[in-house]
């Protein structure tokens, strides 16, 4: 287990993952119905974007930190860089970049409940440390595919799963199908979110395949590619696939993802899509 996202931490995928979890968090609050938001993958948190690692591969120059200063984004966007802003440390300048856990913290009302897995013992730690007081919220450092047996079915049990693997091995897709399996079995009725890395388009043909068929209800996809996606060497772009999306997510998506290429880039040209897997007949 290498992988540490603070080498990562507000680049272009995040920027993305973390705009549509934004959506969703949205739209899971108009109703007063309390939900659950859970993660089997959470991080630590809170990332400091002057830290070593983040200094090391600057990743965040070509993401966030294309947002700050702000220019005429759509209300999306001003959304999202106000709950970065927002966060201790960053008043003189765009700092601690927050991570999915934060960003859930930020949206969830008093009568929502967060059920966090990270299996890094030091991470873990850390988001144990962050967010130990706010009572809505129970960290655990386990594995997050096991949790999936353990701890599903949350209370309550309207809701939403972020899946977000470190994809290090070249089956992940293995662990997340399996994963998947159990939601179906323990929590059908969740919203899931599913992130995934670009590199070669050819080897996601399977997976948009496997999930086409109708076995997980409706499935939206959504990717942002920054760059060609015919080469496994770099990260090309970003997808989340969203089993039972809320109502209008698609559209809520929309409005500001062919924003989002022009952002980061100043360019017009570059690719994203959100379109239907599997719709509802
Ligand atoms: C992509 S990062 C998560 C980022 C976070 N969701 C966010 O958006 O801020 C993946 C995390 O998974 C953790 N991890 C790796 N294998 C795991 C496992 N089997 N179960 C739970 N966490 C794991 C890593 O330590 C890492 O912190």
Request: glycine share 8%; aromatic share 10%.
């Amino acid at each position: 287990m290498n992988y540490r996202h603070a080498f990562h931490a507000g680049n272009f995928a995040d920027v993305f993952k973390h705009l549509v979890l934004l959506s969703l968090l949205q739209r899971f609050r108009t109703k007063e119905k309390p939900f659950s938001y859970v993660e089997t993958h959470a991080g630590r948190g809170l990332y400091d974007l002057q830290g070593a690692p983040a200094r090391r591969t600057e990743e965040a120059r070509a993401g966030i930190l294309k947002l700050v200063p702000e220019a005429d984004w759509p209300n999306e966007f001003r959304d999202y860089l106000e709950l970065v802003k927002d966060m201790p440390g960053n008043a003189e300048e765009l700092r601690w970049y927050p991570g999915s856990p934060l960003i859930a913290q930020a949206m969830l009302r008093e009568q929502d409940r967060a059920l966090l897995v990270e299996l890094h013992p030091e991470e873990a730690g850390e988001l144990k440390r962050i967010l130990g007081h706010d009572a809505r919220f129970s960290v655990h450092c386990r594995d997050g595919w096991e949790a999936l047996k353990g701890l599903l079915p949350p209370s309550p049990r309207r809701g939403l799963l972020l899946v977000d693997p470190p994809f290090e091995k070249p089956d992940e897709f293995s662990d997340i199908f399996a994963g998947l399996d159990q939601v179906q079995q323990r929590w059908a009725n969740a919203t899931v979110v599913v992130w995934y890395p670009i590199k070669r388009r050819a080897d996601l043909e399977q997976v948009y395949r496997r999930l086409s068929g109708g076995a997980y209800g409706e499935v939206l996809r959504a990717e942002f590619c920054l760059h060609p996606d015919d080469t496994d060497t770099r990260l090309n772009g970003a997808g989340v696939f969203v089993l039972r999306p809320p109502w209008m997510l698609d559209q809520d998506i929309q409005r500001w993802l062919p924003e989002l290429g022009p952002a980061l880039t100043g360019q017009q040209a570059f690719r994203s899509r959100v379109d239907w897997l599997s719709a509802q007949v």
